[in-house]
């Protein structure tokens, strides 16, 4: 090691802002170094099995696998180091000074303010090794890649204040070695004792054996090491054995999470196939969730050895928010993804964690009600895609849907289709459904009117995937799903035959009105006709395709419209007959415009021209005032004309009531001196 061969480099922003926080910001929780610089070793440990295994080599051809802490009191370090794969000088400059591998920016944009909280985040984000800074002045971190030669290792130092130095060394073994230069204050943590109670408190459950040297106290000979987890695999103990705290740690150390997992499977099935399952699901979404390429939480272990993460062979994409391991004894330690993709054993297991999964959210969902429905608002729209991409269990995903509907107490998704239909009402044959942009739009809108005057509840749709989920899943226990907002209105049993009649009627009568408000409108709609689904709004559109619904439309279309909208008009508003009375009104064609936009509005899609259509209004609206202004002073000057001609004794020569109040004083004055 020479000056000659070390560089300077800058952090990124973002990590300089990470460590910032760590220095002075996560103090109080600064025991989870110890946390994170273990789970990190641990990982590279597994990286290095699977790479060696790959190649049909001996992970332990140099030695078991382990990780080691240690510390120096008098020169006030602690060490962590690992035998595993290590990293080559671009691999260190690309894993800790670059945002990329960091995942730093998703933390900031995850961070709440709360101390205690804001460090749970730090291993879901992938940002741990910055938490070294905690404690410590300076790091220190010394490594070589498996595979390199010795005179390939690196050393990386920084005192965490915006720069650090890299350097090659001569490293004789594969691995990492982190040095922390421990800050004033921080003696406490330079004690076996103390160590080995945070390595029990986080770290028990690690399947690799961690290190310490002994107490004098324990030491049969020189230099010896003692186990201070109980580095077994977890899953692989008898389930009586482990308690829900052991479960709970397990979890968050193979996720990231801190907060508690809402409910796990543990299953071991033995027969043809023998394989063990320790399956979680979380109390919140992952933060990349909705990323397209997605990290998968589930690790194919073969035999207690790490093989790979899954890439979509052992856990379909809408349970992508499963965590756990899936430990196989049937599968080659070389076994590659091509091998899973095409394994019989491989497609056993996956149907089998599946039936778990939904069996466990079943349960859940009977049991602990208050917990499914938090489980429901973080991944009940993932959950959901499963009604469209899993034939084989989509009646029972189904079953698991919740979602709000017009009988909803609040703004949740609080109705299964099991709930619907055992409250239908008498007549009806349909589970009815509404699909907006957004559940205020929906709650407004003018399709549930005649639903609502019925008393028929309507479920209100308002995830993307909802428009995939009805096209299908057509029909639910024999119920035919049918949307409010799609083709005619369709009541059923719920009309009955005097309100049919008078739609048939009130069709007749408004058949002059509908051909003018079709020719008015052009191309802009497929129809106008007359509707019963309204009661106090004018008009509205509906979508006239057979098998399309109005928001799908709009989405693969992105104009806001189904490809063949029909107006609907109310017979019974106001508006609508006053329209119908005029057949010769000029001012036809910007009735059936504004008409026509409202409802566009109402529908929760976009007007082409929107200043058009104000300025529109705005004339009809004055028109309108000027109508009634009109009318107003013909009939005042009408009343005054009539009260003229008249006199005070009326048409009849009998004295009008106004008459009466001027003359009855002087009447009274001339009687009195007559009584006397």
């Known amino acids: 090691m020479t000056p000659q061969n070390q560089e300077t480099f800058g952090f990124q922003a973002e990590v300089v802002q990470l460590l910032d926080l760590m220095i002075n910001s996560l103090y109080s929780n600064k025991e989870i170094f110890l946390r994170e610089l273990i789970s990190n070793a641990s990982d590279a440990i597994d990286r290095l099995r699977l790479e060696l295994l790959s190649g049909g080599e001996d992970p332990e051809a140099e030695g078991p696998l382990r990780i080691r802490v240690g510390y120096d009191s008098d020169a006030r370090t602690i060490t962590v180091a690992d035998n595993g794969i290590g990293m080559s000088r671009a691999e260190v400059i690309e894993h800790i000074g670059t945002i990329a591998k960091s995942g730093t920016r998703e933390f900031f944009q995850a961070l709440t303010g709360d101390q205690r909280k804001d460090a749970t985040l730090i291993g879901q984000f992938g940002v741990g090794f910055y938490s070294s800074f905690i404690v410590a002045e300076r790091v220190e971190l010394t490594t070589r890649r498996a595979g390199l030669p010795p005179d390939q290792g690196v050393r990386w130092a920084s005192d965490g204040r915006g720069e650090y130095t890299l350097e090659s060394v001569e490293q004789p073994s594969r691995g990492t070695t982190i040095v922390l230069h421990l800050r004033e204050g921080?003696?406490?943590?330079?004690?076996?004792?103390?160590?080995?109670?945070?390595?029990?408190?986080?770290?028990?459950?690690?399947?690799?054996?961690?290190?310490?040297?002994?107490?004098?106290?324990?030491?049969?000979?020189?230099d010896q090491d003692q186990a201070v987890n109980q580095a077994s695999a977890l899953w692989a103990r008898p389930k009586n054995e482990i308690s829900d705290q052991d479960y709970i740690d397990f979890y968050r150390h193979i996720s990231g999470d801190y907060a508690d997992p809402l409910t796990w499977v543990h299953s071991k099935i033995e027969g043809t196939y023998e394989y063990t399952l320790l399956l979680y699901i979380g109390s919140h979404a992952p933060y990349d969730l909705w990323v397209r390429d997605w990290s998968r939480g589930v690790r194919l272990h073969v035999r207690r050895i790490f093989i790979m993460e899954d890439s979509g062979q052992l856990m379909p994409r809408y349970l992508r928010f499963i965590r756990g391991v899936i430990d196989s004894a049937d599968l080659p330690l070389n076994v590659s993804r091509e091998l899973l993709q095409g394994s019989r054993v491989v497609d056993r297991i996956r149907s089998s964690a599946v039936k778990k999964v939904l069996q466990q959210l079943k349960e859940l969902s009977e049991k602990e009600p208050d917990k499914y429905a938090t489980f429901w608002k973080e991944f009940g729209a993932v959950l959901k895609e499963g009604i469209v991409e899993d034939f084989g269990n989509r009646d029972e995903i189904a079953r698991l849907a919740r979602f709000t509907s017009t009988k909803s107490p609040a703004a949740q998704a609080d109705v299964s289709l099991g709930d619907y239909v055992t409250r239908m009402k008498e007549g009806q044959e349909k589970i009815y459904y509404l699909i907006a942009p957004t559940l205020a739009a929906a709650t407004t809108s003018p399709h549930l009117e005649a639903f609502r005057a019925k008393g028929a509840e309507v479920l209100l749709l308002t995830d993307v995937v909802d428009n995939f989920v009805v096209t299908s899943l057509r029909e639910f226990e024999g119920k035919r799903l049918q949307s409010v907002a799609q083709g005619q209105a369709d009541l059923g049993d719920l009309e009955d035959?005097?309100?049919?009649?008078?739609?048939?009627?009130?069709?007749?009568?408004?058949?002059?009105?509908?051909?003018?408000?079709?020719?008015?409108?052009?191309?802009?709609?497929?129809?106008?006709?007359?509707?019963?689904?309204?009661?106090?709004?004018?008009?509205?559109?509906?979508?006239?395709?057979?098998?399309?619904?109005?928001?799908?439309?709009?989405?693969?279309?992105?104009?806001?419209?189904?490809?063949?909208?029909?107006?609907?008009?109310?017979?019974?508003?106001?508006?609508?007959?006053?329209l119908n009375r005029r057949p010769d009104d000029p001012r036809l064609a910007d009735w059936a415009s504004v008409l026509f936009n409202e409802a566009v509005l109402t529908l929760g899609a976009r007007i082409d021209d929107p200043a058009a259509f104000v300025t529109r209004l705005n004339d009809l609206l004055t028109t309108l005032t000027g109508e009634e202004g009109a009318a107003g002073e013909e009939e005042v000057a009408g009343e005054e004309e009539a009260a003229g001609d008249q006199g005070p004794m009326g048409a009849q020569g009998m004295a009008t009531p106004e008459a009466e109040e001027v003359a009855t004083p002087e009447a009274e004055e001339v009687a009195e001196p007559e009584a006397d």
């Open 497 to 578: 035959e005097a309100e049919k009649a008078a739609h048939d009627q009130a069709s007749t009568e408004f058949s002059g009105l509908l051909s003018r408000l079709k020719e008015a409108l052009g191309g802009q709609v497929w129809d106008v006709r007359v509707t019963s689904r309204l009661t106090t709004s004018p008009a509205c559109l509906v979508a006239n395709e057979a098998e399309t619904d109005v928001s799908l439309a709009m989405r693969l279309r992105g104009s806001g419209l189904p490809s063949q909208p029909v107006l609907e008009i109310n017979p019974a508003h106001p508006l609508v007959e006053r």
């Open 186 to 222: 921080e003696d406490d943590l330079l004690s076996g004792f103390r160590l080995r109670s945070i390595i029990q408190k986080y770290s028990d459950h690690i399947s690799l054996p961690i290190l310490m040297p002994a107490e004098k106290a324990d030491q049969t000979g020189p």
